[in-house]
C-alpha cells in the first residue's frame, strides 16, 4: 500500500514515519502543504527543518508551491479559533488527498495526528469525510503516544522546533500582542 503522510513539520514527521514504516507500507511520502504558516521565513524555516528530518527517516517529501493565499481566503473571517484551525485542517487535508488521488497513492494520513495541542477527533473526521468524498482512504492511526520521543529525538538531532502551529492568528495569540 502506497501512503502519502501529511507532513507539519519535521519534529512531528519523526514518530508517525518510524510507527508507519512499522506497518509495513510498501511506499511512504511526505507532503509538506502548509500555506497557514506565515510569515515566509517561518515557512522556509520549518520547510528546511523537514529536509533535514527525511533525510534522516530516508523519506521523499513532495513540497508543493507556497500559497498562503490559499490559507487566508479559507479562514478569511474566520479569525478565531477553533472554527479558523477547522477550516485550516480541511484546506490542507483536502490539498493533501487530491494529490494522493492524483498520484496512485492508495490513502492519506497526517501527523497533525501526532499533537496532542491539536483536536485529534475534528481531524480524524474531516479526514473521514474528505475520504468519502474524494473516493480515497483516509488512514487513522492515533500517534499521541509517541509525541513526547518524537520531540526528544528532534532535541537531540538539533532540528528546529517552532513555538506555535505555523499561522499568524495563533502566534498573536501565544505572544499576547494587543
Same mark, same amino acid.
Given at each position: 500500500?502506497?501512503?502519502?503522510?501529511?507532513?507539519?513539520?519535521?519534529?512531528?514527521?519523526?514518530?508517525?514515519?518510524?510507527?508507519?514504516? =512499522?506497518?509495513?507500507?510498501?511506499?511512504?511520502? @511526505?507532503?509538506?502543504?502548509?500555506?497557514?504558516?506565515?510569515?515566509?521565513?517561518?515557512? &522556509?524555516? +520549518?520547510?528546511?527543518?523537514? /529536509?533535514?528530518?527525511?533525510?534522516?527517516?530516508?523519506?521523499?517529501?513532495?513540497?508543493?508551491?507556497?500559497?498562503?493565499?490559499?490559507?487566508? +481566503?479559507?479562514?478569511? =473571517?474566520?479569525?478565531? /479559533?477553533?472554527? +479558523?484551525?477547522?477550516?485550516?485542517?480541511?484546506?490542507?487535508?483536502?490539498?493533501?488527498?487530491?494529490?494522493? $488521488?492524483?498520484?496512485?497513492?492508495?490513502?492519506?494520513?497526517?501527523?497533525?495526528?501526532? /499533537?496532542?495541542?491539536?483536536?485529534?477527533? &475534528?481531524?480524524?473526521?474531516? @479526514?473521514?469525510?474528505?475520504?468519502?468524498?474524494?473516493?480515497?482512504?483516509?488512514?487513522?492511526?492515533?500517534?499521541?503516544?509517541?509525541?513526547?520521543?518524537? %520531540?526528544? %529525538?528532534?532535541?537531540?538531532?538539533?532540528?528546529?522546533? %517552532? $513555538?506555535?502551529? @505555523?499561522?499568524?492568528?495563533?502566534?498573536?495569540? +501565544?505572544? &499576547?500582542?494587543?
Amino acid at each position: 500500500m502506497k501512503l502519502l503522510l501529511h507532513i507539519c513539520c519535521g519534529p512531528c514527521a519523526l514518530y508517525p514515519v518510524k510507527e508507519l514504516l =512499522s506497518k509495513k507500507f510498501d511506499k511512504i511520502t @511526505g507532503f509538506f502543504y502548509n500555506p497557514n504558516i506565515h510569515p515566509p521565513s517561518e515557512y &522556509k524555516r +520549518r520547510k528546511d527543518a523537514l /529536509s533535514e528530518a527525511a533525510s534522516k527517516i530516508s523519506i521523499e517529501v513532495v513540497i508543493p508551491e507556497y500559497k498562503m493565499e490559499e490559507y487566508f +481566503r479559507k479562514t478569511l =473571517s474566520k479569525e478565531d /479559533s477553533p472554527e +479558523r484551525c477547522q477550516l485550516c485542517w480541511e484546506l490542507r487535508l483536502s490539498e493533501t488527498a487530491d494529490f494522493a $488521488k492524483a498520484n496512485g497513492f492508495d490513502a492519506f494520513t497526517t501527523t497533525l495526528l501526532v /499533537s496532542p495541542y491539536q483536536d485529534h477527533e &475534528k481531524i480524524k473526521k474531516i @479526514g473521514e469525510r474528505i475520504a468519502d468524498e474524494k473516493r480515497i482512504k483516509f488512514y487513522y492511526l492515533d500517534f499521541r503516544p509517541g509525541f513526547k520521543d518524537g %520531540q526528544e %529525538q528532534a532535541k537531540k538531532e538539533n532540528l528546529y522546533r %517552532q $513555538k506555535y502551529c @505555523g499561522c499568524v492568528f495563533s502566534e498573536l495569540e +501565544r505572544v &499576547k500582542v494587543k
